[in-house]
């Protein structure tokens, strides 16, 4: 185990609160059923990261704890029907298809995210590996779009235009790329998805 970093991100493996499964109190924060629960925080070889005020363990109990270990375990709870029967706990109080969210077999996975302690000492994340994901897509569609006009360019007809005018085709002279393929996100409101 390591001690804690002061890295603004971590590696986390985190759930979405409910209080059927998780509980709720009078301490507890007013909207934490909209947080995601840390579960533990991992350092990039897969191994817990240890807080200043928790008592050493032994190796032995270190080799056995690592973030493979942990999503296993999380993943057997999940899939298991008798812990998430709709007759022992009640609906989530805000999201809809909680139930839909974790069925999914990709529900339990490491996600970077930044490490908050709420005043009532609860353990959240704000996750940061969705903008990976929303990146990842975009650059696809860009790099497909590349494609296309690479191959339009290579048409006889447009090396023609190109050495005639100097310019390529209207429809071929604009080469995408990576910078500004986020635009479309510009007017995205991040707040109404919390």
């Known amino acids: 185990m390591m001690e804690i970093r002061t890295n603004k991100y971590n590696l986390l493996l985190c759930e979405l609160h409910h209080p059927g499964i998780h ?33 050493d363990e032994t190796e032995e109990d270190d080799a056995d704890y690592n973030i493979t270990s ?11 029907p ?10 989530h109080p805000t999201i809809r298809n909680y139930h839909n969210i974790i ?23 704000i996750l940061k590996t969705f903008w990976l994901r929303i990146i990842q ?31 390529w085709p209207p429809y071929c002279s604009h080469l995408p790329r990576l910078r500004g393929m986020l635009n479309p996100l510009k007017n995205y409101n991040v707040n109404s998805c919390e």
Request: hydrophobic share 35%.
């Open 23 to 55: 509980g709720k109190t009078n301490n507890s924060a007013a909207n934490i059923e909209t947080h995601f629960l840390i579960h533990d925080r991992f350092d990039g070889h897969g191994y817990p990261i240890k807080n200043m005020d928790e008592e």
């Open 70 to 80: 942990v999503m296993e375990f999380l993943k057997n709870q999940y899939s298991d």
């Open 82 to 91: 008798a812990n998430f029967n709709l007759r022992y706990f009640e609906r």
């Open 103 to 125: 069925n999914n077999s990709n529900y339990i996975k490491p996600e970077i995210g930044e490490y908050i302690v709420l005043p009532t000492q609860e353990a959240v994340a």
């Open 137 to 167: 897509r975009k650059w696809k569609n860009v790099f497909k779009e590349r494609l296309n006009i690479m191959k339009m360019r290579s048409n006889p007809i447009c090396v023609y235009a190109r050495q005639i005018t100097g310019k």
